[in-house]
Antibody
Framework: EVQLVESGGGLVQPGGSLRLSCAVSGFTLSTYSMIWVRQAPGKGLDWLSYISSSSATIFYADSVKGRFTVSRDNAKNSLFLQLNSLRADDTGVYYC????????????WGQGTLVTVSS | QSALTQPRSVSGSPGQSVTISCTGTSSDVGSYDYVSWYQQHPGKAPNPMIYDVTKRPSGVPDRFSGSKSGNTASLTISGLQAEDEADYYCCSFAGTYTWVFGTGTKVTVL
């Protein structure tokens, strides 16, 4: 059974940092590109980042470019998102998801981890 | 990238059909046949319903169908059922490994 489990969320002050993890099982992470998506409370979905299977290709949404960093450890079946210089509008549930193609960017999704940026 | 525009809500009675529109620009929806749709029940992760404009992942009922014309994509739910009540989001490829989601539509089954 395919599973993705995000962790690392929590309450952080503005300007602070967090490192989110996405542990996968039931499939070989090294064969999949991955994406991160955020959902602010009561709001819609926002695509944040794409990372190819080998980490050779990485892209970010303009809203997080220069502040967030995506990485992966295929040997440990884990995906990461480093969040720096956090702002109040970064508050939300962060999801990792498998990428299958340009028209199928989110196939299997995790349950999400909540990040709250507040003083 | 601005979010794709969807109606805030649509509703229908069981057995009826509803259509959700998703309007983008010539830089996203209008340029690529890479539109996907996601269903999200409260407190749950998004669930893919349509990809590549018209294709259904395995397990998705054929009551769900997708289409596109110009800068607007659409999701139609035929034979509406109670379990279809959820939020729906479109998503379009926007060039060079970037994507944009829609504003979301709440589907209510009357």
């Amino acid at each position: 059974e395919v599973q993705l489990v995000e962790s690392g969320g929590g309450l952080v002050q503005p300007g602070g940092s967090l490192r989110l993890s996405c542990a996968v099982s039931g499939f070989t992470l090294s064969t999949y590109s991955m994406i991160w998506v955020r959902q602010a409370p009561g709001k819609g979905l926002d695509w944040l980042s794409y990372i190819s299977s080998s980490s050779a290709t990485i892209f970010y949404a303009d809203s997080v470019k220069g502040r967030f960093t995506v990485s992966r450890d295929n040997a440990k079946n884990s995906l990461f998102l480093q969040l720096n210089s956090l702002r109040a509008d970064d508050t939300g549930v962060y999801y990792c998801a498998t990428y299958v193609g340009r028209g199928r960017p989110g196939d299997f999704w995790g349950q999400g981890t909540l990040v709250t940026v507040s003083s | 990238q601005s979010a794709l525009t969807q109606p805030r809500s649509v509703s229908g009675s069981p057995g009826q059909s509803v259509t959700i529109s998703c309007t983008g620009t010539s830089s996203d929806v209008g340029s690529y046949d890479y539109v996907s749709w996601y269903q999200q029940h409260p407190g749950k992760a998004p669930n893919p319903m349509i990809y590549d404009v018209t294709k259904r992942p395995s397990g998705v009922p054929d009551r769900f169908s997708g289409s596109k014309s110009g800068n607007t994509a659409s999701l139609t739910i035929s034979g509406l059922q109670a379990e279809d009540e959820a939020d729906y989001y479109c998503c379009s490829f926007a060039g060079t490994y970037t994507w944009v989601f829609g504003t979301g539509t709440k589907v209510t089954v009357l």
